[in-house]
């Protein structure tokens, strides 16, 4: 088995240092079911990759394994466990590269944050499911996905295609993120694991799940597959995983969401916005729009009263959310034409989600100041680059204005769940870079009454391809 991981950001060689492998040095590990070797093929400045070659012996495998069920007398002995990438690499994944899947760095602490252009390559990596499923499972965490099908025999053709690939995926992404991915998703692809799954492995995989498994829209079948199809054990696995994945009961994110409402509320802010983007997004043309992290659905009644927008898709991460705005804007009694033109997705704005590709535009009213720094720029390529809407139009707090909010205490968010607020300058740098790098234009617009020296509360980028 052979998995090779790639960098090209200079210097390329910080790769050792995240791996914790020495680029100048042949690293060798004993395994219980082989043993595992860490080289470098290349090692400079701009390219460097790391490879973890596993080498397994047949005979060990099936040493004192009794009553192991087999569909044949020599299954044990004939099969392609030494040779296939399985759960075994898995295994050694977690063994070998342990820090870096932890997202540690001793002696580069900054690295781990870093969103880097990797490249990894799998030899013989099966897929139960054929090239269709390679792709629902990597090209919605970002990874662009080629794969090369290996014959059942070169020398007999009429065989047909075996189920074996080389695979190599894509993206800029953090170390950490790339290998968690690969851990989960390897032994999915085959649909099977070399060891008994209990309780354990439902702990593994919602701890490197946590950032992102929540919102992947094969979610199930990655739980089904990765817990050995035990029903017990996906259950217990996805009552938790679907449990918003925020930390906060539903009374906590309500009761924060009106203290910033209560702090807002003097200046009637969220209705002066909700009406600002509305009519940001009418004057685009657009027919077909989006509203992005669209929350209890305020937004979407809005944009429902217009009847130039023939087709609105609300998306949110939380289920909850989704709930209440189904229940507020009242689908279930809606008229038929008018329910035909709304609807109403669970997803993140941080995966690659191919039902929100092709709109005209986009609203994220509110949202961005939500993330964390280290998923900017994976929610800047979902929406920019991978849904590319043909508008975009978000608004954001206006950090210099919060001096001018009597009820917020000094340094204090407008909201508790804020990862940042941005002042006007750093907001208008980050939408000019993003609009530069995605084939954007971009211009600002004030929301709310505008103070000569602070701006105004609220500030609006309108973003156009």
Known sequence: MLLTITSEATPATDLGYLLHKNPGRVHTFDLAFGKATVFYPEASDKKCTAALLLSIDPIDLVRGRKGVEASFALEQYVNDRPYAATSFLSVAIARVYGTALGGRCTQRPELPERHL?????????????????????????????????????????????????????????????????????????????????????????????????????ERTLIAQRYLKHRRSLFDAALSRLLDDGAGDSDETRESRDKEEETVEQPLRLNEVRLAAVASALTSSGAKRVLDLGCGEGKLLRVLLAERSFEEIVGIDVSHRALEIAERRLDLDHMPERQRQRIRLLHGSLTYRDRR?????????????????????????????????????????????????????????????????????????????????????SVRFAPVGPEDSELGAPTQMGVFRR
């Open 356 to 440: 929100l590709e092709g709109y005209d535009a986009a609203a994220l009213v509110e949202v961005i100041e939500h993330f964390d720094s280290s998923r900017l720029r994976s929610f800047e390529r979902a929406v920019f680059e991978f849904a590319k809407p043909g508008s975009v139009v978000m608004t954001t707090p206006n950090r210099d204005y919060n001096v001018k909010f009597e009820s917020l205490p000094a340094g204090r968010f407008r909201h508790r769940d804020h990862r940042f607020e941005w002042g006007r300058t750093e907001f208008q740098n980050w939408a000019t870079d993003v609009a530069e790098r995605f084939g954007y």
């Open 117 to 217: 252009p990797l490249e990894a390559k799998l030899v013989a990596l099966p897929s139960r499911g054929g090239p269709a499923l390679l792709n629902r499972l990597f090209e919605p965490l970002g990874y662009k996905v080629e794969a090369a099908r290996h014959p059942l025999d070169e020398t007999f053709p009429e065989w047909g295609e075996s189920s074996y690939y080389d695979v190599r995926i894509s993206a800029e992404v953090r170390l950490q993120d790339l290998l968690s991915h690969l851990y989960v998703l390897i032994p999915v692809l085959d649909d099977d694991k070399h060891y008994w799954v209990g309780e354990a492995e439902v702990e593994k995989l919602l701890k490197h799940g946590e950032r992102w498994l929540a919102a992947h829209p």
